[in-house]
């Protein structure tokens, strides 16, 4: 078995071995026509290389504004936060509007770190706390080793007593106290909703739009050295050792199945991966885009017994055990065959390594009831049997191919200019209510242009025989 879980070695990674099965009913020339064809379709549909890269810039510059507003601006608790896109967002791959906001809020002033680390080499107002590894894979109990000489409020209400002499940060009280306290609640969302594992979304107007992740960071060169010294064909050494770099954090949920998860914390990686993504190539970040499709519209888990992440790890190490040169437009279908492959076994066997820490299993105490199991694998196989026909399962795919090219085209390319535009005012806003609150040119120019691309939609709809539909509903729709 493979580093990743997987059921194949080394020696069985060519891709005529995997896809043995796609070619068995499918010649490879057609299979690989249909490849480019779905790549030019991704790319139209918002999925491309050139919007991701653009997306991945403008959601740091939102961040660099909002650190610089909380710097500046906010009140105590808030500035002790550096706030940070995670998540497909920050990986450039979905639109505004098509999945919540995943936001990172890390602590200042205080630092975990391994057993062994030398405190002297680290300021006195820094609240400095050892992990204690002894639990499951991939998580960790926070012992205080040295408070800072002032300490941050919801640090004093996290910390308990484990009875013998040790003072321990409560995962279960930290996040109590930030929802008692609305803590780090964004402007214009009236409350928090029900914690979900680390995060505690944030709703607006009756619809959860952002979820926040309160985390700490974690000094931990043992765990990302191992990860680095892996044998690999990606990625490069030049990024391996920016992600090592990049650093770790621990965020406030336990294990599972743990008798002390209110206790636990689990250590990640949300930069580093964020990193990892962004160096993916367009067919291997297409792909992934398709799986998640396949896991929101075809297997529509109900309790998070399948979450995107799980698919993000199954394409990290497709990635690491793949030569770069095998993911082109040609083979995109190949790929994707491969990872419903991989979905299936980790599905069958509840067993997927973490990519960054491979001894703790993605699919433990995941909730997946036989049941479910064995008709997730039972649809996947399915899957697989159809070849490249599975696209046509996904209504957002589908409806692509059916419509006619030209004005396909057009919607396409106006899609991209309203989110350009869109995202361009957001930081603009911002950027004017920090400065001095007065609307400029700019400003000016960015909303003549987005309503003037959004009316030339409203008006093509109108003229296709759909008068219903309004300014807001266009606006809307075109984030989706």
Request: glycine share 6%; charged share 25%.
């Amino acid at each position: 078995m493979a580093e990743g879980g997987v059921v194949y070695t080394r020696s069985e990674t060519g891709s005529d071995h995997r896809h043995s099965g796609l070619y068995s009913r499918h010649s490879r020339n057609y299979v690989e026509n249909v490849s480019v064809a779905i790549c030019t379709i991704m790319t139209r549909l918002g999925y491309g290389e050139e919007i991701r890269r653009w997306r991945v810039e403008k959601y740091r510059k939102k961040d660099r504004l909002w650190n610089k507003i909380l710097t500046d601006c906010m009140n105590k608790i808030l500035t002790d936060c550096i706030v940070i896109t995670a998540g497909s967002k920050a990986e450039g791959l979905t639109s505004f509007f098509e999945s919540d906001m995943d936001m990172l809020f890390i602590l200042k002033h205080v630092l975990c770190v391994e057993a062994g680390t030398n405190l002297d080499t680290i300021p006195d107002d820094i609240d400095v706390f050892r992990m204690d590894t002894r639990v499951y894979p991939g998580h960790c109990i926070l012992l205080q080793e040295r408070p800072a000489t002032m300490r941050n409020e919801l640090i004093n209400n996290s910390l308990c007593d484990n009875g013998y002499g040790d003072v321990l940060l409560s995962s279960c009280l930290w996040k109590d106290y930030i929802l008692c306290n609305n803590l780090n609640i964004p402007p214009f969302f009236g409350h928090f909703a029900k914690p979900t594992g680390p995060s505690i979304p944030a709703v607006a107007l009756g619809i959860i739009s952002q979820d926040n992740v309160n985390a700490i960071p974690c000094h931990c060169p043992s765990i990302l050295q191992r990860w680095a010294a892996r044998p690999r064909h990606w990625p490069s050494p030049v990024i391996v050792q920016k992600v090592v770099s990049l650093g770790a954090w621990v965020t406030p949920v336990g294990h599972k199945g743990s008798d002390y998860k209110h206790m636990e914390w689990r250590i990640c990686f949300n930069i580093g991966e964020t990193e990892l993504v962004n160096n993916l190539n367009e067919t291997q970040a297409k792909v992934y885009v398709i799986l998640k499709m396949i896991l929101k519209d075809l297997l529509k888990p109900t309790n998070k017994e399948i979450t995107s992440y799980v698919l993000k790890n199954i394409i990290l190490w497709q990635a690491e055990n793949t030569q770069p040169t095998e993911f082109h437009e040609r083979s995109l279908l190949h790929w994707l065959h491969d990872g419903l492959r991989q979905l299936r076994t980790a599905i069958d066997k509840k067993q997927l390594c973490y990519y960054m820490i491979p001894e703790r299993n993605l699919m433990a105490a995941c909730g997946l009831e036989d049941a479910l199991q064995s008709k997730w694998v039972a649809d996947i196989t399915d899957m697989m049997d159809e070849g490249p026909r599975v696209i046509l399962r996904l209504e957002k795919i589908r409806m692509a191919i059916v419509a006619s090219p030209e004005p396909m085209l057009w919607f396409s390319q106006k899609r991209m200019e309203v989110e350009i535009l869109y995202l361009e005012l957001i930081n603009r806003v911002t950027q004017i209510i920090y400065e001095n609150g007065e609307f400029d040119l700019g400003f000016l120019a960015l909303v003549f242009n987005l309503s003037l691309n959004v009316n030339d939609v409203l008006e093509r709809i109108h003229h296709e025989g759909n008068p219903a539909i309004g300014l807001i509903d266009v606006l809307n729709r075109l984030l989706m």
